[in-house]
């Protein structure tokens, strides 16, 4: 416990650093969550089954971050995602809300940038943390699990 509180105030610069050795770039104020959304959502579109349901429900659950940008600064969510759904439909691929108009930019032609290396490793995070959590339901679930519950507790009906 002591060794992970005394790592935590250098967290941020180790992140800083790895950013720096990896100097590829995204467009931020949810840009590329957007844009990943838009393409997972155009893929589920290919395939069947389970599957698509999954892929849909990954590309709108992208859209929760710029949504929460959104409420966030107190933007109306449900017109700015829109236009973003449509700029990004029009092949805009780096359009993300803008703070300073209360609308949406170009974030990568206005510097609006993040890591990739950053973006990436949140977005590798969110997926095992997803599948842990799957994992686990479907351990509690599985029908052909050799246990089996007491109907009642000895002496009680």
Partial sequence: ???????????????VR????NDS????GGAIEMELSKELRNYAKTIHGKEQLLI???AKALEIIPRQLCDNAGFDAITILNKLRQKHAQGAKWMGMDISSEDIADNFEACVWEPSIVKRNALTAACDACCTILSIDETVKNPNSNYKAPSAMPGMR
Avoid at 18 to 21: D, F, I, P, V
Avoid at 25 to 28: C, D, E, F, L, Q
């Fill in 56 to 58: 849909t429900a990954y």
């Fill in 1 to 15: 416990s002591s060794g992970i509180n005394a790592e935590w105030p250098l967290r941020p610069g180790m992140i």
């Fill in 25 to 28: 770039i995204v467009a931020g």
């Fill in 18 to 21: 790895r950013a720096l050795k």
